[in-house]
Every structure is written in C-alpha cells, then in structure tokens.
C-alpha cells in the first residue's frame, strides 16, 4: 500500500514538470511570433534604408535613394497587418520633408495604413492632411502618390487664412496644390479688417488653387454679407497675393446682387440722386466682374453684361433703375458711386419719393460723374436720347442732367414735347393747353426751378397747323409764358363767322411774347400780317386769345401801319383785326393809296377780307362814304 502512493507521487511530480515544460515551449515560440509580427519597418528590395533614431517618441527616418531624409514619422505603435499593409496606431503623424516648393506635407490620424511602396496610403479617426496654411480634416483619407491625390467621401472641413469650409467629397492634388470640394459646399471668409461681417459662399463645387489663391463655385452659388446677398450660377474669384481680401470675383449665369447698406445714412430728400448713399442696391445680368479694395470688402468697380439692371435706393426712398445691355461702375470706398457707365439699350428710370410723376431717361449710352453730380445721355445713328417726364418729353443727339438741381442741356437734333397737364390754367400763346406742343431746336436749356426751357438754333414749335418759329424761344411751361427773339414767324387758324372752314393767319416779327395773365401776343419791330389777299405791316402788333380755348379773339396793329390789298396800300396810326367779321379796320388819319389813280384820305378805312371791298368814311356826316371794289 505505501509503494502504491510513492509511485502515485513521483508519477504527479513528472506531469507538473512536464506541464511546465510544454508551458515554457509556448511562451517561447509565442515570443518568437510576436517578435516576427513586430518587426521595424524596412524597405523592399533595399530602395529604402531606414535608420531609427533612438528616442522615447518612436520617431523613424526615411532616405531616398541618395541618402536624404524623406519621410519622417512619429507614432506609438506599427505592425505590418495579414493585408501584408504597415499599420501605424496611435497619434500618428507622418512629415513628407521638402516635398512641394521646399514646404512639408503633414498626414496626421488615428491610425495610418500605407503599402510596402509607400504608394498608398489611409488616414482614418481624426485624420489631417496639412500644407503650408492649408488644413484639411476628415475621418477618412486616401491617398495615392502615382496620381498624387487625397480623397474622402465621408465629409470634410478645410482652412486656409481667413478662408475656410466644409463639403461632403474632397479631391486634393498635392503637388499641384488643387483642391476639389463637392456636395454641400460651404465657405467662410472672416477677411475684412474694418469688419467683424464673415462672408458666407455656398454651392455644389469649389475647384480652389491654393498656390495660385483662387477658386471656382459651381451651381446655386450664394454669397451671404451681413444683410447682403450674392446669387449666380458659376463664381470664379481670386484673393491678393498679400492680403486676405478677395481680389476679384467673376459671377456668371442668372446672376443677382442685393447689396443693402449696413449702417444708416442721411436722407437728403430733393437731393437725393443715382449718386448719394444708396440703402440698397439690386444688380441683375447675365454676367458681373467686381473689383474690391484691398482693405475692406468694399467694391471699388464692377462690370456687367447681358439684360443688366441696376436698381439705387437712397436713404430718403428716391429710387433709380437702370436696365442696359452692359453696365461698368466705380465706386469710392465708403459705397458711393464714382463714375457709372451704361451701354446699349439704356433705359433709366427715376422716381423721387416728393414728386408724384417719374422720369425716365433712353439712350444708347448713359455716363453719370459723381464728382460733378452729372449725367449724360446719347442716342446713335438709329435713335435718338430721350428724357421724359409726365409733362414733357425731350429727345436729342446728347442730353446732360445736373442732379443737384434737375437742370438738363440738350443738342444735336432736339426734339421736345410738352403734354397737356391737367389742372393747367394757361395756354402757351395760341396754341391749347388741351394738346401737345411740340418743339424742334439746334441746343436746348431747362432749368428746373424757374420750370423754363431756352431754346435757340433754328427754333420750331406747333400744334396741329399752328406753328411759331424763331432762333430763339423761352418757355416757362408752369405759366405757359414765352417770348421769341430773330425772325419770329407764326402761323395760326381761325374760323370766319357764318362759315365752316379754318383761315390762316401769318404773323413775323423781330420778337414776339406773350402774357398768359391777359392771354395776349405781343409782337414787336417789323412786324408783318398775312391773311387771304391782305398783307398788314406796323411795328407793333397785339394778339389777343381765349383765357380758356386760346381761340383768336382780335389782333390790334401800332405804329407806321400799312394794310395792302390788291393795288391799293391803307397807311395809319393804328389797325383792328377782327378774325371773326373779316374786318380790318385802319385809324389815324388813315390815307389809301390806288397805284393808279391816286390817294383817298379818310377818317377810318375798312378792308373787308370777305368781299374785297374798302370802305372810306369820315366822322363829318356831310361828307360821303365811299365804297371801293
């Protein structure tokens, strides 16, 4: 029985000892493994030659193949995986020295898995891609080094400088330093340094160089400035090679500006104009280039094609709309305009917020000069330029237009218009207040607060048949008051008593004016009267009209008269018209003249247009009339 436990014993001792031998045979080839797993990274085929640097960090040393540094990378642990990859855990990061323009490239992550190559890499958990001042972050990279590109679909978020955005797929050439968002994009420009305003961009596609500094947005692109906004289709922009301002942006397809001021200004009312402070500002085309300053995010000029419209409205609530075919601006740094061209198809149209009716203004090119507050408008060979109110409307070769006081200049073929304007209480001499006058001149002036046009060169204005012309006519169109001045001649019509057809009467003179008060002509110096056979010459001569209808009443004649009929000639002090009996009738020791068989003195001579017939009477009744045919 005691043998039997001794060999019980010794056969227990043998298995723990064996045990523990084959323990220390699995701990040992398990050390071997492990130590074939862990191995340091080495090159293939000897193109690399790593050398560690001993240190703490785990920092490792790349060399090309002459010997200089390549890559170096820092990270906690690396093992190559069953992928037959090197898998580098543990804040990773990995500086490709030198590579582009003298600068690193940095590929940062939680983990960094390349090829034996080092062709092919990927940056998972947290992952940085860096260059210069260019960040790029997401939770996945891919990069390959035969196409030198970086890519991820799983979002991303970049900066440079003052720029930065996010987008859902990134595309980054590093060499070229080219870098592609897509879906979703979204910038941030913080740029501006009298401004803590960021610029917002948003759209389908940013191609952005980074070496070059600019970028192109592509589809639904939409600017965001404070209470400003930016649409178009396509944006290219560039910044300053020295500041982190936008340079220039280019805007193209279905392109809308509404630009409103962020701080408030004074309202200047009657002078309020295209050219003052604008509260707001809507630009629409087909295409815009902006040019901005470089301190601030400011436009200094901007140049627009296609279907353009340009809409300014001041502080006081005037507004200016502009469409044309192009628009060029310049503008000053604090928003005003400078100087601003329209070209092509120009239509203007102004509505100031104290007056009830518009004005627009056409022509094919349209100038406005902020520092003299002016604008200017031509026509061409096709069409002339055009102003035109609710009262008048004038048409020339060239117009300008004096904002600070409305006063307008015109030549080169003038043209103007002065419609009837309800409430009107004059006429404008013989002709109605009830239908337009219009006026042709060599140059024309209007002055707004005297309501006066000068007209001079070759001076015509009518109104049916009636016509008046001169070199030269001033015309205060709120009184309907006027005079002429060189070689007045007018023409107008008048209907005989008992009979259905108009007559016309010719009237010239040296200068002629009339006074709405008295609704009266005053022609005066040489002056000459036609009507029928009858000429009447005096030196002065009155027209009287209707207040209401400007409709001829009777002419009175002074001065050195002579009335010529036929072959006879009346001379006297004074004549009277009567349109409506068709009686001229001569006083002041008046004496008629045959050619043929002498002279008849009388005290009052009557021509009788009707019949042709002079009569001759005297005051003594004992004394005959005589009738003469």
Known sequence: MKKKKISQARFFKYFIAVFLLSVLVVITMNFFSRSKKRIKITPSKGELVKQKVENKENVIYFEDKKGKPSRKVKVDRYYIGEDGWYHL??????????????????FSGDEIIHNKEATQFRLTGNSIIKFKDLVIKSSVFEYEA????????????????????????????????????????????????????????????????????EGLVEGDVVLDYGKSQIKADNMDFDFFRDKENIN?????????????????????????????????????????????????????????????RFLNITASGSSSEILAESLVCTFKQDGILRRFDAIEKVRMT???????????????????????????????????????????RVSAGEIDIVFDNDNLFAKDGITVILYPVEGQRNSIGFFSKNQPVFIIAGEMMYIDKEQCFYFKENVKAWQGNDMLGARKLTLFKDTGRFQCEGSVESSFSYIPKN?????????????????????????????????????????????????????????????????????????GKEARYNPGEEMIVLLGDPVLIDKDKGKTEGDKLTFSLGDGKILIENQDQKRSKTVIK
């Open 89 to 106: 855990e543990g804040n990773v990061e990995i500086s490709f020295l030198k590579s582009v323009d003298g600068q690193n490239v940095y």
């Open 248 to 308: 220039t942006i280019f805007l193209e397809g279905n392109v809308f500006l509404s630009l409103i001021a962020e701080e408030e200004h004074i309202e200047l009312g009657d002078n309020d104009s295209l050219m003052s402070a604008a509260k707001k500002r809507e630009i629409e085309a087909r295409e815009v280039f902006i040019k901005n300053y470089k301190d601030a995010f400011q436009i200094k000029s901007m140049k627009a094609k296609g279907n353009c």
């Open 499 to 571: 009979k259905d057809t108009e007559e016309k009467i010719k009237i010239s003179s040296d200068s002629m004016k009339f006074k709405p008060a008295e609704s009266v002509l005053i022609y005066k110096t040489d002056c000459k009267l036609n009507v029928k056979n009858t000429e009447l010459l005096a030196q002065s001569l009155s027209v009287s009209l209707h207040q209401e209808s400007a409709e001829l009443l009777n002419i009175l004649a002074y001065s050195d008269v002579k009335i010529i009929q036929n072959t006879f000639e009346g001379r």
């Open 350 to 392: 102004e509505l100031k917020i104290n007056k009830k009716d518009r004005r627009i203004i056409q022509g094919d090119y349209l100038i406005i000069e902020g520092e003299k507050n002016h604008l200017k408008v031509k026509g061409n060979d096709v069409s002339k330029a055009i102003i035109q109110s609710t009262d008048y």
């Open 146 to 213: 035969k196409t030198d590109t970086v890519k991820s679909n799983k979002g991303v978020e970049f900066s440079s400088g003052e720029i930065s955005g996010s987008a859902r797929i990134v595309n980054f050439k590093v060499k070229k330093e080219a870098l592609v968002l897509s879906k979703d994009v979204k910038l941030e420009l913080s740029m501006d340094t009298k401004s803590d305003i960021p610029l917002f961009v948003s759209g389908k596609k940013l191609d952005y160089s980074h070496k070059r500094r």
